[in-house]
């Protein structure tokens, strides 16, 4: 079997909130534990609050697991990432206006990365490869792109500047949260295609994201999160045609899409946001929303059932029917 | 959306709702207007405009929703940007991106003409008499 670039076992991460006397425990996420393959596209899908954004910025190396283990390419992260590691991982953000130094031409950020993640070229070199960066992304003319200023872009030509910056340190894996959300529809797509031909550079990708159909588009393997917690991952054509977990059937019933019919989802009921974790007792924490509940469901915590051998899912209910 | 549904109902307001994301207004909206660049392309009935969409751009945002049903296929999207609003072209605003271009949507401006409540700029759908 092919080694993991991406290993992430029991990692949870807690955050102290309130004041001296309301003093709790978020669990921001909880015992999340999943591979990304090389060169695979892994998308974690979940609300806000579902913990997705800690897991990114855990693996970023913004902040330490509380408990838990990252190993990436083999070694085992410590508290705090090397450049190094930051080079081979690197994160593109969600908001394409905030994230790009405006006073740097476009060339000229790139060739300040590749000159600290590729002392193998020259100067000649990295202009070279800045020219390349820049059109394997889908900015053309490469010679043009890199003379402008980033105000001169639009949002949807930042966030491909944003991949081309990631790619300049020859990343593993490049982790994306929510990188199209703020785009134009039109443009979405554009950067989709971007992603997916990411995987013709060997780069992996953890795309994150709380829209199912653009994981879907893109993703080879789906990880649905709840409250912190893993509830079902597989791969991505069987947990759409088959979710065995109540959350991910009602996520679906509840995307809207202008293909359907009008008012189909008149009568699947309001989802609400998941709440938030604090100083959390035994129990599934969908259980208090689940059409499913049982008394089993809200003394214990579910463990992982295997679906197939490659689907898995965090419920008493998909237990008792397999 | 639903609460906002819910209120509409109750107390009988109008919502004119300004955004981005179409999957969204497909359910709820009544009437919904298309607009490019500033100006509306096309507006009708929300369903007739997702159904039967008559403006090419409309039908390239169609075109760019990825979707949870049928077969996974590659979208592309509507390629290119937005004209610069300072100093729009001369014909139509969409020429430059719109798969159907024509010699004639580049020299003028068309006009938003109403066929039947639903109502489309575009030279391809309404043509322009040649005595204008």
Known sequence: ?322 | MRQVENLRRRLGFAVLFVTHDMSVVSHFSDRLAVMYAGEFMEIGGTRTVFDQPRHPYSLGLMDAFPSLVGARRELVGIPGNPPSLVSPPTGCLFAARCPSVTEECRLHRPELVDLDGHATRCHLVNPRRSDD
């Open chain 1, 1 to 322: 079997m092919t080694e993991p670039i991406l290993r992430v076992e029991g990692m949870s991460r807690h955050f102290q909130v309130g004041g001296l006397r309301s003093a709790g425990v978020l669990h921001a996420s909880d015992d999340i534990t999943f591979d990304v393959l090389p060169g695979e596209i892994v998308a974690l899908v979940g609300e806000s609050g579902s913990g997705k954004s800690t897991i990114a910025r855990v693996l970023a190396g913004l902040y330490p697991p509380t408990s838990g283990r990252i190993v990436f390419e083999g070694r085992t992260l410590g508290k705090t990432s090397s450049r190094a590691v930051r080079g081979k991982m690197p994160m593109v953000f969600q908001d394409p206006f905030g994230s790009i130094n405006p006073v740097l031409r476009v060339g000229h950020a790139l060739q300040r990365s590749l000159r600290l993640h590729r002392p193998d070229l020259d100067s000649r070199g990295r202009l070279a490869e800045a020219v390349s960066l820049v059109e394997k992304v889908g900015l053309l003319p490469g010679e043009e792109v890199i003379r402008r200023f980033p105000h001169e872009l639009s949002g949807g030509q930042r966030q491909r500047l944003g991949f081309a910056q990631a790619l300049a340190s020859r990343p593993s894996l490049i982790l994306a949260d929510e990188p199209v959300s703020m785009l134009d529809v039109s443009i979405r797509i554009g950067l989709l295609n971007v992603m997916r031909d990411l995987r013709s550079e060997g780069v992996s990708l953890l795309y994150i994201t709380h829209d199912l159909a653009s994981a879907r588009y893109v993703a080879d393997r789906m990880i649905v999160l709840y409250a912190g917690r893993i509830v079902e991952e597989g791969r991505t054509e069987d947990l759409i045609t088959r979710p065995a977990h109540p959350y991910t059937r009602l996520l679906m019933a509840t995307a809207p899409d202008p293909r359907l019919p009008l008012a189909s989802d008149a009568d699947v009921e309001d989802l609400g946001e998941p709440p938030r974790v604090i100083n959390p007792g035994p129990g599934c924490r969908f259980a208090p929303r689940c059409p499913l509940a049982m008394d089993r469901c809200r003394e214990a915590t579910p463990e992982f059932v295997q679906i197939t051998p490659l689907q898995r899912a965090a419920c008493f209910a998909a237990e008792e029917s397999t």
